[in-house]
């Protein structure tokens, strides 16, 4: 079983920037894909950005040079920075692990003010 806790979310003006970290604990496998995705209200979770543990990303277009994706293995941290914040950015944002199964973290709301 692996657990996950998101923090981080909040409200920010647009422009702004957020910062978003996801604490993997339990059974860890070494090759494990972490991402995050979010849920806007009325429509379909979407992916955000992966990160393999050897580092990899990847980004949905939406995000691509606002958002990084980063990681830190020794505490099984995956990260999001989220820069130039946009009102269509507001969502619960959800942590995903996959290893040998996959899980899901219980969100944080991030709300962009417009």
């Known amino acids: 079983q692996v657990q996950l806790v998101e923090s981080g979310g909040g409200l920010v003006e647009a422009g702004g920037s957020l910062r978003l970290a996801c604490v993997a604990s339990?059974?860890?496998?070494?090759?494990?894909?972490m991402a995050w995705y979010r849920q806007a209200l009325g429509k379909q979770r979407e992916l955000v950005a992966t990160i393999t543990s050897g580092g990899r990303t990847n980004y949905a277009d939406s995000v691509k040079g606002r958002f990084t994706i980063s990681r830190d293995n020794a505490k099984n941290t995956a990260y999001l920075q989220m820069n130039s914040l946009k009102a269509e950015d507001t969502a619960v944002y959800y942590c995903?692990?996959?290893?040998?199964?996959?899980?899901w973290g219980k969100g944080t709301l991030v709300t962009v003010s417009s």
């Open positions: 995903n692990f996959v290893g040998v199964r996959m899980y």
């Open positions: 339990g059974t860890i496998v070494s090759g494990n894909t």
